[in-house]
Each structure stands twice: as structure tokens, then as C-alpha cells.
């Protein structure tokens, strides 16, 4: 039985980010485009905390990791998933500088 050829459109709206997969969202302020990726939790090995509620995302925990799409990979940041959903009536609660 042959194999059946990889379906092209089935990371649309993706653009690949080294050997993963991200999409492109509006940022916190909402004036920024942001690349987001998604860590499960199988792959989360470390502590992070999260700029939305300013609590630790502890090893193991699935959530979201995010930057500024023109130069801003240096400034990742790690957030809980509810966070970032709800970052634009939120807010970030700590700012680095």
C-alpha cells in the first residue's frame, strides 16, 4: 500500500521556528504581532513565571511562550494559557527592563 503524501494546508497559518511550528497573534497592548508557541507539559522542564498573573509555571505544566515577531525572539515569555487568552483585559503584571 503506498503512502499518502503529507497534506500541505495542514499548518496553515504557521510559519516553521527552527524545528517547530508557531502562529502569529496580536500582542498584549494589542499594537504589536507576537509569535506564539505552545509547550506541552511532557516538554516543560523548567520553572517560568507569568507576566499575566505574576505566579510560577511550575515543570510539567503546559502553557504558552511568546514573543514579538520583529525582533523580540530574546524577549520570550512564558505564560499560562488562560493568561494569555485573557491578555488584553488583563494586562501584564510585571514589566522586565
Known sequence: MPRRKPRQDRHSGSR???DVYGRTEAGPRGDETYIVRTVPGARALKSYRCPGCDHQIT??????VAWAAEGGED???HWHQGCW???RTRGITRRWS
Request: glycine share 20%; no cysteine; charged share 25%.
Open 16 to 18: 516553521p521556528i527552527g
Open 59 to 64: 515543570p510539567g505544566v503546559a502553557h504558552i
Open 75 to 77: 524577549d520570550r515569555r
Open 85 to 87: 487568552n485573557g491578555r
